[in-house]
C-alpha cells in the first residue's frame, strides 16, 4: 500500500487524486450500465414486435380457420343436397365410400398422405389410377392402382399434348371429365389407352405443396359397367374438393406449428437475456436462477395460453426449447443456470433432446 504523504499539501493533492480516480471509476461504471440498459431497452422493443407479429399471425390463422370450416359446411351441405336430387335414380352416390375415405383424409396429417387416401379413395369406384408429380411439362409417376404397366409407375414420365385431357388438366387447372355413351376404340388423348366410358384428370394445387394431377377411368372392368358416368365423375370431385380442404386444414396446422416454435425460442431468448444482463450485474448464481425461475414460469404461462386449443405437440415446443438450449449452451452460466432451475443435468438435456427428434 503507498504510504500517505505527512505534508499537508501533499496530502491533499493525494487525496484529490485518489478522488479522481474514483470519479472516473464510477464513470466508467456508470457508462457501462446505461449501455446494458439501452440494449435492454432495444431487445424489449424486439420482443414486442414479435409478440405483436405473432398476434398478426394468430388473428389471421383463426380467419383462414374460419374461412375452412365454411368451406367444409358448404361441402356437406352440397353432399346432402346432391344426394337427395338422385334419391329415386337408379344409381346414386355411393355415400358409405365417400365417408370411408372422408374419415381416412381426416386422420392425414402430411400432403402425401392426403393423395394416398384420395388415389385409394378413387379407386373404390374407378378401376385405373394413377396420380403424377407436375414437374414443369412433364409428369412423373408417383403411385397406381390397376394399371397393368412393365415398369414400375415411379419410373414412368409423361409430357402431355396440350388437346389431351391431362393436358387441359394442366393448363386450366380444373377437373376435366371424358365421357362416352358407348364402347369405342381406344382414345389417344388418354395416357394409358383402354376403352373407359368414363376418364377424368384431377389438378391438385395447394400453395407451398407441389402440384399433382390424377387420372382415372372406369376401363375394362365389368364390375365398375353398372351405374352412371355422371355418378362416377361427382363421387371423383366431390373427393377432390374435400382433399382440398384438408390440405388447407394441414397447410394452416403446419404454419400454426411454426409459428408456435418460432415464439417458444423468442421466449427463451428472452430469458437468456435477462439472465445475461443479471450476470454482467454480478449477481450470484442463487440469485441469477431465481430470476430465472420467475422469468420461467412467466414464459410458461403465457406459451400455454397462445397455443391452447392445439394439442400436446404444440404445448411441448416450449419445453424441447428450454431442454435444446440448456445442451447447446455448453458450459456456459445459462446453461448451468438453466439446468439447475429445469432439475436436469447437460447429459440428460442431451438424451431428452435426441428422444424428441427421433
Not at 374460419?66 to 344426394?83: A, P
Not at 394452416?252 to 406449428?257: D, F, G, I, S, T
Request: hydrophobic share 45%.
Amino acid at each position: 500500500m503507498t504510504d500517505q504523504p505527512s505534508n499537508p499539501t501533499q496530502l491533499c493533492d493525494w487525496i484529490s487524486g485518489s478522488l479522481d480516480s474514483v470519479r472516473a471509476a464510477v464513470a466508467a461504471v456508470q457508462g457501462a450500465l446505461e449501455a446494458v440498459c439501452a440494449e435492454r431497452d432495444a431487445a424489449r422493443a424486439a420482443v414486442q414486435e414479435e409478440r405483436d407479429r405473432a398476434s398478426r399471425a394468430e388473428a389471421e390463422l383463426l380467419r383462414a380457420t374460419e374461412e375452412f370450416e365454411l368451406s367444409v359446411g358448404e361441402i356437406r351441405q352440397e353432399h346432402v343436397t346432391l344426394i337427395d336430387q338422385h334419391q329415386t335414380a337408379s344409381t346414386s352416390l355411393p355415400l358409405d365410400q365417400l365417408l370411408i375415405v372422408f374419415a381416412s383424409m381426416k386422420r392425414a396429417t402430411t400432403y402425401p398422405d392426403v393423395l394416398t387416401a384420395l388415389v385409394d379413395g378413387l379407386a373404390r369406384e374407378l378401376s385405373r389410377v394413377a396420380l403424377f408429380e407436375v414437374q414443369g411439362s412433364r409428369l412423373l409417376g408417383l403411385q397406381q392402382r390397376g394399371l397393368e404397366v412393365e415398369r414400375d409407375i415411379s419410373t414412368i414420365a409423361v409430357t402431355p399434348a396440350p388437346e389431351s385431357l391431362l393436358g387441359r388438366a394442366l393448363s386450366s387447372g380444373r377437373f376435366e371429365v371424358h365421357v362416352t355413351n358407348a364402347r369405342t376404340e381406344g382414345d389417344s388423348t388418354l395416357p394409358f389407352g383402354g376403352t373407359p366410358s368414363c376418364a377424368l384428370a384431377i389438378p391438385i394445387s395447394i400453395a407451398g405443396m407441389s402440384p399433382a394431377v390424377i387420372y382415372a377411368d372406369d376401363s375394362d372392368r365389368p364390375e365398375f359397367a353398372t351405374g352412371a358416368s355422371w355418378a362416377r365423375a361427382k363421387f371423383a370431385e366431390l373427393l377432390q374438393q374435400h382433399a382440398l380442404l384438408e390440405l388447407i386444414r394441414i397447410s394452416v396446422e403446419q404454419k400454426a406449428l411454426t409459428e408456435y416454435r418460432e415464439y417458444a425460442v423468442m421466449l427463451v431468448n428472452e430469458i437468456e437475456f435477462a439472465h445475461a444482463a443479471d450476470a454482467d450485474a454480478g449477481r450470484t448464481p442463487l440469485e441469477r436462477q431465481q430470476r430465472i425461475r420467475g422469468d420461467l414460469e412467466s414464459a410458461r404461462r403465457i406459451f400455454a395460453q397462445r397455443t391452447a386449443g392445439d394439442g400436446a405437440p404444440a404445448a411441448e415446443f416450449l419445453e424441447q426449447r428450454l431442454v435444446e438450449t440448456v445442451e447447446t449452451r455448453g458450459e456456459s452460466s445459462f446453461s448451468s443456470d438453466m439446468a439447475a432451475v429445469l432439475g436436469i443435468s447437460s447429459a440428460a438435456a442431451s438424451s431428452r433432446v435426441v428422444m424428441m427428434f427421433r
